[in-house]
């Protein structure tokens, strides 16, 4: 009889729906805004800090001309506060908003937010380089300038068609926890998400902006924050949007990776590495005669012949090592045995070094346009990029000078351009790579009007643009997914604006887009 039970048991597990299983919902993010955090006071309580973080908020008025078109707007710089459902004080985030004047009905007046990545970055670099109404000048075609540094108009500022929000990530420019709060708490990617979301949802109540077509602008990490954030938006807050630009994007980690048994990456990155090398003429005459077609043929023959060879490991014979190795050497610039050396794996650091290496140069990993002297021409750790190099000194000594003189604010903090956030927290990726790309998917799905506008730089070696196209051949395989994204390309590096000729195409490009948007 015991024998027949434990048989009867046993079989019931077995035939336990595994549908059912299937079904159990993952275990939900905690919301950074739902409790108040709480510090132990003298009667040993737990109780509320007094918050002395001190925020002046100030409104300037200005006239600039973009297009030829004359625009007066207001500029106000300040900080919102962050409360929790206790009303507790857990954040300062601070932003500078311009908005036109003489507006009268806001629902038709597009708003966008915009904001770099890092993570860790203050958005420092869109609103002095792109989207603000003045700008930092470079040297010729956006190249380091020599101090004293300079702002000038910006003619081709997005102003004309959107209001621009330009927000500080936590614990970056003077965004900062309230008293008592861990600034730890921010630091992660859910976390973030939720802190971005709160203060979007604040930011259109306090300025009545509920009824405006909302735009996201992000860069680099920005744009995972960005596909997170429209779900986040969306489905806690009941805040649609009308469209996202992600610039230099990176929504799936997984598709630039490196890793042992994990290839795809070298794929990815190739056709960048060409498009470098096409830049500095390192290619054979007949590649270097058209950048867009030689760019197309290297993606021909990286997710095709390239791909497939790296599949078979170290089933390749031999003569299939060096044959492989003779057309890489065609597309990437560099020796054949270099790329023997490397197993046929050449990743994007140790092409960055052996490019030039007979000059005695460097590229930039930011804009392979770039180059610099390293402190030796061994191995693939560079002492520096100098594509940031270029733009870390002028950026952060003109928006110091302008936040205050243009702008009349004073904050006695310092303005972090990058601020500590490390370690960052990708705890709900756990096991795998962080993938932004299906919070956007769904949010896609709910709101069939939302449109996608990615801008990629042919020499961006951060974020390549082959690895964000393959992205978005994934993004979902229904047909609306593909037909609600655009994308631009320019001959330029991950900020590509500070190029002016591709300035110029970004600004054409996204303004059409916005307009698109909301028609």
């Known amino acids: 009889m015991l024998k027949r039970l434990l ?15 299937a079904q159990r919902p993952q275990q939900e ?51 919102l506060p962050l409360v929790d459902r206790a009303g507790t004080v857990k954040a300062h ?19 966008t937010f915009a904001y770099n990545g890092g993570p860790g970055s203050a958005s420092v670099w869109l609103h002095m380089g792109t989207l603000g109404p003045k700008r930092v000048q470079m040297a010729d075609d956006g190249f380091q300038p020599a101090p004293p540094f300079k702002l000038v108009d910006n003619e081709e500022s997005l102003l004309d068609v959107t209001d621009i929000v330009m927000i ?126 030689t760019v197309a043929e290297a993606k021909g023959f990286a997710l095709g012949e390239y791909l497939t060879a790296l599949a078979k490991g170290n089933r390749l014979t031999e003569v299939e090592r060096k044959a492989l190795a003779k057309k890489l050497s065609r597309y990437l610039g560099v020796s054949e045995s270099f790329i023997l050396s490397c197993h046929l794996r050449v990743t994007d650091a140790r092409f960055r070094k052996e490019l030039l290496r007979d000059r005695g140069l460097m590229v930039g990993r930011l804009d392979g346009r770039f180059t610099g002297l390293d402190a030796d021409y061994a191995g693939e750790r560079q ?58 998917r769904s949010a896609m799905a709910r709101n069939p009007f ?13 974020t390549p643009f082959f690895s964000t196209e393959f992205t978005f051949d994934h993004l979902g395989f229904e047909q609306t997914y593909r037909d609600r994204v655009s994308m631009g390309f320019y001959e330029a590096g991950h900020m590509m604006y500070i190029r002016p000729s591709a300035h110029k195409e970004l600004k054409r490009d996204v303004a059409a887009f916005i307009r698109s948007c909301t028609k």
Not at 42 to 69: F, L, N
Not at 101 to 107: I, Q, R, S, Y
Not at 182 to 201: K, M, N, Y
Request: charged letters at 20%; glycine letters at 8%; aromatic letters at 14%.
């Open 450 to 462: 939302l449109k996608v506008f990615v801008a990629n730089g042919y020499y961006d070696m951060a």
């Open 29 to 79: 993010v905690p919301y950074l805004f739902d409790a108040p955090a709480r510090v132990a006071g003298a009667s040993g309580r737990a109780e509320a800090p007094k918050d002395t973080y001190v925020d002046r908020t100030s409104d300037t008025t200005h006239v600039t001309r973009i297009g030829g078109q004359e625009i007066r707007y207001t500029a106000t710089a300040g900080s």
């Open 168 to 293: 500080d990530a936590m614990s970056t420019g003077y965004s900062r926890p309230a008293a008592g709060e861990d600034p730890r708490q921010f630091h992660g990617s859910a976390a973030d998400i939720q802190t971005f979301g709160e203060f979007i949802r604040c930011y259109i109540t306090k300025f009545k902006r509920w009824p405006s077509p909302k735009f996201l602008f992000g860069e680099s990490y920005g744009t995972t924050r960005s596909a997170g954030l429209s779900a986040e938006l969306q489905q806690r807050h009941g805040i649609e949007l009308s469209g996202i630009v992600l610039v230099s994007a990176v929504v799936d980690f997984g598709s630039q990776e490196y890793a042992p048994g994990h290839d795809l990456a070298y794929a990815t990155y190739l056709p960048t590495l060409t498009a470098t090398a096409w830049y500095h003429k390192k290619l054979a005459p007949e590649l270097q005669a058209d950048l867009k077609k």
């Open 93 to 111: 985030m601070f932003f500078v908003a311009y908005t036109k004047d003489g507006v009268t009905d806001p629902a038709t007046r597009p708003v």
């Open 7 to 21: 048989i009867a048991c046993a079989l019931a597990v077995l035939a336990f729906p595994t549908s059912v299983l």
């Open 383 to 440: 002492e520096f990029d100098p594509a940031n190099t270029a733009l870390q000194g002028a950026w952060t000594a003109m928006f110091s000078d302008y936040v205050r003189r243009d702008l009349k604010y004073e904050n006695d903090i310092k303005y972090d351009t990058s601020g500590n956030v490390r370690p960052w927290s990708y705890a709900e990726f756990q096991n795998r790579y962080v993938n932004m790309t299906e919070p956007l």
